[in-house]
């Protein structure tokens, strides 16, 4: 220390991690003076001073950086590692071809173990084979050396079985002596934990299984004759267990897992898998709770000494929890044979009997190993969804919240308890307990909790086809509409339509029924599917033909492509001089939109909305394409349907309008609509009449609610009440939780997590840019990024700014818009905010090209983003000679300041990128001016300044992208 350089007090500070006036404080109480500026020096002697006071600190904090460094790179590894193990499908993919782990067979002694990095797994595998041989199947090695025996000797049966017996029975002693030899040698905790671990298992066996194996065999050493009577006592324990099996299944089946949010099971098992797990967990019952936490000791301490090698147990578990079943038939096939063969033959040798003897034993232990590794696999793997809190994962671990608050600390982070996690996180903090994490979804958890009942295909009935219409502004979609209500409707009905359900119900000529939602365009449209919901079986697409296709006749056809809706072609106004429907054909199948004539599948009928001409013939298009898409609906289950709309009414109450897609909603029904638990108090239909029962494809208006449901919620009738008010508990829950997680849409920064996490495995893209051109070069450039994991799929693109519609589609189909030379409106960039929708803004191809392959490869870092700071409206020109043009400027939003660069916007299209030359107010330069103030601005080198231009200030920020981005 003596021959140190003085050191500078900062840099001494931060090495202590202590404040600089604490140092100067404690030099001082030692006899030093010395001030504190962050550059006074502090010689050797003051040094060895301050490592005596705050050594211990320094070990800290460098212990702390290390954690803190150790946490990150593991982090990094679980998420660059998750993209190939997080989804279920990868953990049950057969894994033949990989050998089985020793540890799985193994009884719970060989756990105990600490596996050795060191030691080849050929050695391990011995050693645990030998180990288990030993203590758990005494006779094992026995056995396959009377195989071996056996064979070679077939004809001397009898004789050869007496002398290996005897030969076996000295081996055995020998290995037993030999064992007890190496426990002596072990750490006596270890032999005092193994001691209590093999009574436990050893009572176990007997209590359960009576005569079981161990205990057993050595009986039949004494006395072969006896195996006859104990087959027969194995068969009785094999009814005894199953009857046990039975009435603990009982037990289970009220026991109900899946209540409550926080315990989020949901692996789909086949029931074949089901009856396992209710085994095992019998198993698991029969544990008692201290052998049951020494057990998960032993697990932890197994995953800590080798990761490996617990991972590749966990594949090699995965694999054989699948084969057991295909193991179980072909065993029992065989046995079957077996024994019909004995019967046959009356045998009695003892090979026979040795055979039978070890068949049977292999039976158990595999039965047994099957049972452990599923217990295991149960017990070590916790599902979760993304951002549970901390307290919720000690829960589900069984730890106290401090204790992860702990492990958190240890590994460099601070949390609390109710902090919510992130993926990395839940993943890092799990793995030091010992589990493994499968994250699944919480609104899938849900609709594992409704049990929508299969249709039996015999009880479907044809329903009416319900249809959206959509097309540009004036192009007749009201007007269609209208004179379908008035025709259809008001001719039949006695009154016409009184009441505004939200949609309404047409018979046409042919006495069939069509379903007309009464909201026309894609906004609705899109809203609805935006919430999750899709009402419309059809769309019709009105064009008008005296004019073209139009900017929203093509948004209307990528929004019924991105529902994946099919679409029949009005060409309306055909009563006009201009119509041209050729001209409107030809520029549909432009747009992908092929009509029959032409060869393609969309139907079209020319009509018009004024004279009514053509309309039934539509509507006859219409039934067909229905006809075509086998609707079906059961009007004998319990109903389904979806809110169109709801509002409060003074003497209802909660009004809403529902339209029943499935079943028939009878008065009194309890329901559960998204949130919002009821019972159907009345309905009626869109002639004021009261129903008693709603079916399928009926509109009504329904009162009954406890709470307002939102438009998009589904509405369910379960079998029980009791059902209806806990499902409605759990979706508010949900909903709370969901609305805590910020990210409800995909973002490019999410993106690699998400597609880890297997909720993405398509890119949706919405391009709005300034001219054709550059949609083409962007989307071809684009589309070519797709990878293995991830397409991209361009669901629509324009030109123009970006609009509330775009926001609207990317919103519904959770897609991401690139807006390149273009900006959102106000009123798009206000949806964007609250829905969450990524809008990203480029201003070179490539740029884009290259953010969107980054995002794909999960190396979104660092980020270099711009923030809009503030937005001026052009109000005046002034052209002054010699210093060119200013412009009267209005600050709309944020603030503008001199020192930013600023983007020229006009009809949402960016025109010119630059810098400020002057910002004045009145005649003085200022370096900022705040919104609602007005202010003069001159651009460098740029004069063609309009009045309605915006100027768009930003500033460029880079961001280290960090894994809580993810949130
Ligand atoms: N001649 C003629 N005019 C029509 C026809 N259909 C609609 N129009 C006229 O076109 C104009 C626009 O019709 P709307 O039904 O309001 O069009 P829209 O698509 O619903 O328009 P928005 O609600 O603004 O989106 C109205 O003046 C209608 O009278 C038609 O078949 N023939």
Do not use: W
Not at 292 to 300: A, C, E, P
């Amino acid at each position: 220390m003596t021959k140190q350089k003085p050191k500078k007090l900062f840099k001494v500070a931060s090495e202590f991690n202590v404040a600089t006036q604490s140092i100067v404080d404690t030099l001082s109480e030692n006899g030093f003076d010395v001030t504190n500026r962050p550059n006074s020096s502090i010689t050797a002697e003051m040094y060895e001073v301050l490592e005596g006071v705050y050594g211990d600190d320094k070990e800290k904090s460098i212990e702390h950086e290390r954690a803190r460094e150790e946490y990150e790179s593991r982090r990094n590894q679980i998420m660059s590692s998750r993209n190939e193990s997080v989804t279920i499908e990868s953990h049950l993919e057969p894994m033949d071809d990989l050998p089985l782990e020793p540890e799985e067979d193994s009884g719970p002694e060989a756990e105990l173990e600490p596996v050795d990095d060191q030691s080849s797994d050929k050695e391990k595998k011995e050693k645990e084979e030998e180990k288990e041989e030993v203590t758990e199947e005494p006779e094992e090695v026995t056995e396959d050396k009377e195989e071996e025996e056996v064979a070679a000797e077939a004809d001397d049966e009898e004789e050869v079985t007496a002398e290996v017996e005897e030969k076996d029975e000295d081996e055995e002693v020998a290995e037993k002596s030999e064992e007890v030899e190496a426990e002596k040698e072990k750490e006596p905790e270890e032999e005092q934990e193994t001691k209590i671990e093999e009574g436990s298992e050893d009572q176990e066996e007997e209590e359960e299984e009576d005569d079981d194996h161990d205990h057993e065999d050595e009986e039949e050493y004494e006395d072969e004759d006896e195996d006859e009577e104990e087959e027969e006592k194995d068969e009785e324990d094999g009814e005894d267990e199953e009857e046990d099996e039975e009435d603990e299944d009982v037990v289970r089946g009220r026991a109900g897992r899946l209540s409550g949010t926080k315990v989020l099971g949901k692996v789909e098992f086949s029931r074949e898998n089901r009856k396992k797990r209710k085994k095992r967990k019998r198993r698991k019952d029969r544990l008692d709770p201290d052998e049951r936490s020494s057990r998960k000791d032993k697990k932890k301490k197994t995953k800590k000494d080798d990761d490996s090698s617990a991972k590749s147990s966990k594949k090699s578990k995965k694999k054989r929890s699948r084969r057991s079943s295909r193991v179980d038939e072909e065993d029992v096939e065989k046995k079957m044979k077996e024994t019909l063969q004995r019967i046959k033959e009356g045998e009695t040798v003892g090979s026979k009997r040795q055979k039978r003897r070890k068949q049977r034993r292999e039976e158990r232990e595999e039965e047994r190993a099957q049972q452990e590794e599923l217990e295991e696999l149960e017990e070590t793997t916790l599902e979760v969804t993304e951002f549970i809190t901390v307290s919720d994962l000690a829960d589900l671990m069984g730890v106290k919240s401090n204790d992860v608050i702990t492990t958190c600390m240890s590994l460099g982070m601070m949390v609390s308890i109710n902090q919510r996690l992130d993926a990395a996180t839940i993943e890092l903090v799990a793995e030091e307990y010992g589990y493994d994490v499968e994250f699944v979804d919480a609104e899938e958890m849900i609709e594992d909790e409704i049990e929508v009942e299969e249709d039996d295909p015999e009880d479907l009935e044809p329903r009416s086809p319900i249809i959206t219409v959509m097309g540009h502004v004036d192009h007749g979609k009201t007007s269609l509409l209208d004179y379908i209500r008035k025709a259809k409707v008001a001719a039949g009905e006695a009154g016409g339509i009184t009441q505004h359900v939200g949609a309404y119900e047409v018979e046409t000529d042919s006495g069939k029924k069509i379903t007309f939602l009464d909201t026309p365009g894609h906004e609705a449209f899109t809203a609805m599917r935006s919430r999750g919901a899709q009402a419309t079986d059809i769309v019709i697409l009105v064009v008008a033909a005296d004019d073209a296709v139009m900017p929203q006749t093509i948004e209307a056809i990528n929004h019924s492509k991105a529902a994946g809706v099919p679409m029949v072609v009005a060409i309306n106004k055909m009563d006009k001089a201009g119509a041209n429907p050729d001209k409107i054909k030809s520029q549909l199948s432009e747009h992908g939109v092929i009509v029959e004539e032409y060869g393609g599948k969309n139907q079209v009928a020319e009509v018009s909305a004024h004279t009514g001409e053509g309309i039934d013939e539509l509507l006859e298009k219409v039934l067909i394409e229905a006809e075509l898409m086998e609707l079906q609906a059961n009007p004998d289950r319990l109903a389904q349907g979806i809110v169109l709309e709801s509002r409060i009414d003074k003497g209802k109450g909660t009004v809403a309008n529902i339209l029943i897609q499935n079943g028939t909603l009878k008065v009194g029904d309890p329901f559960v609509a998204g949130p919002v638990f009821g019972r159907v108090r009345a309905m009626e239909n869109e002639h004021g009449e009261r129903l008693e029962a709603a079916g399928p494809s009926t509109p009504i208006q329904l009162t009954g609610f406890d709470d307002t449901p939102q438009a998009g919620d589904r509405l369910i009738v379960p079998k029980e009440e009791k059902a209806a008010k806990e499902i409605a508990n759990q979706r508010q829950q949900i909903r709370r939780e969901q609305s805590l997680r910020q990210t409800k849409h995909l973002t490019l920064d999410d993106l690699s997590r998400r597609m880890a996490l297997g909720e993405v495995s398509e890119l949706n893209i919405i391009i709005k840019a300034d001219v054709d051109g550059s949609i083409e070069a962007l989307s071809g450039a684009l589309q070519k990024l797709s990878t293995e994991e991830v397409s991209v799929n361009i669901i629509h693109t324009g030109s123009g700014a970006i609009t509330e519609s775009d926001v609207l589609l990317a919103s519904a189909s959770d897609a991401i818009i690139i807006g390149f030379q273009v900006r959102p409106t106000s009123t798009a960039r206000k949806l964007a905010e609250n829905e969450s929708i990524d809008i990203r803004l480029f201003s070179v191809i490539y740029d884009a090209v290259d953010e969107v392959h980054d995002a794909l490869e999960g190396m979104l870092s660092p980020e270099i983003k711009e923030e809009m700071k503030g937005l001026v409206t052009v109000r005046e020109i002034f052209k002054i000679s010699r210093v060119g043009t200013i412009a009267g400027c209005y600050v709309n939003e944020g603030k503008i300041n001199r020192n930013n660069p600023i983007r020229i916007i006009r009809d949402g299209v960016v025109i010119y990128d630059g810098e400020i030359d002057t910002l004045k107010r009145f005649k003085d330069d200022v370096k900022e001016v705040q919104a609602g103030y007005e202010c003069g601005i001159s651009i460098e080198n740029f004069n063609d300044i309009k009045v309605g231009d915006e100027f768009e200030s930003y500033e460029v920020v880079e961001e280290k992208r960090k894994l809580e981005d993810a949130r």
